[in-house]
């Protein structure tokens, strides 16, 4: 069986991020298949002939200044489709449909998702970003059978256990670390997924994100795992490793995120 490379990476501006994306994607190590969160683009700015370049097709959805999504890769998808697939909440269709991409490549679904952050336990983005779980749970569901080859990336917003995050006792009310977020991303597993990422990097200390705010965060690998690799068992079973692109963070100008990349065999 061909082996499929698929890496998941929250850019935070896809514009900003091309010089460390063209470096990466032009060496050994390229994905076939990369999906991109908040690319911060309207779609008639999206660099399209800039990964064509690369020799990769580009499906996005995006909106100036924030969220967007991109499964960009190297054989065209069957099929693409933006947002859940049901009623968008009032005033939000816009930006659900830059937050998740669903692409099929033959019988390999693959779901990118930047979930809403929340803000604050407060603010009416965190109860809106439990209902966003919800709604995805409802998806697939709906749409997706737990027997399939399904995989479900991107920038979740949560980090499900303690030794996904730095100092995890000052985070307990932290709208990507409270209980009741964990148990949010926790129902959608329930429905037949595996934390992918997980079986392959069990150690604490393996992290995704590390604040810009945070003084040599990378150096100090003071963190959080809130990019995910989740799958159905077929899809966990077909994975031979998972590896985090840590050079893209200590890049010049990064995101702060970095990739997270699975290879499988399907």
Not at 33 to 54: G, H, M, S, W, Y
Not at 67 to 96: K, M, T, W, Y
Not at 165 to 181: G, I, L, M, R, S
Not at 204 to 232: C, M, P, Q, S
């Amino acid at each position: 069986m061909p082996s499929l490379k698929v890496a998941t990476f929250n850019v935070n501006s896809v514009k900003s991020r091309m010089p460390v994306l063209e470096k990466w994607l032009s060496g050994p190590d390229a994905p076939d298949i990369l999906c991109l969160q908040e690319t911060k683009c309207q779609d008639a700015d999206f660099p399209v002939a800039a990964f064509e370049a690369l020799g990769y097709k580009s499906n996005f959805k995006g909106m100036k200044s924030y969220n967007g999504v991109a499964v960009i890769s190297r054989a065209e998808p069957d099929e693409v489709a933006f947002g859940l697939g049901d009623e968008p909440e009032p005033d939000r269709g816009e930006s659900e449909a830059a937050r998740v991409a669903r692409a099929r490549f033959g019988k390999f679904n693959i779901i990118d998702t930047y979930v809403p952050q929340g803000k604050e336990m407060d603010n009416p983005d965190f109860p809106y970003k439990l209902r966003f779980f919800k709604r995805i749970r409802a998806m697939f569901e709906r749409d997706y059978k737990t027997s399939g080859l399904l995989l479900w990336v991107g920038d979740l917003n949560v980090a499900p256990t303690d030794i996904d995050v730095t100092h995890p006792e000052n985070k307990k009310d932290h709208v990507c670390f409270t209980q009741v977020v964990k148990d949010a991303l926790s129902d959608v597993e329930s429905w037949g997924l595996v934390d992918i990422f997980r079986q392959h990097r069990p150690d604490a200390g393996e992290f995704t994100f590390w604040d810009y705010r945070v003084k040599d965060a990378l150096n100090r690998n003071i963190g959080w795992r809130i990019d995910h690799l989740i799958g159905t068992m077929a899809t966990a079973k077909a994975c031979t490793g998972v590896i985090v692109e840590r050079s893209l963070r200590a890049a010049e100008k990064p995101s702060d995120h970095t990739a997270v990349v699975g290879t499988f065999e399907v």
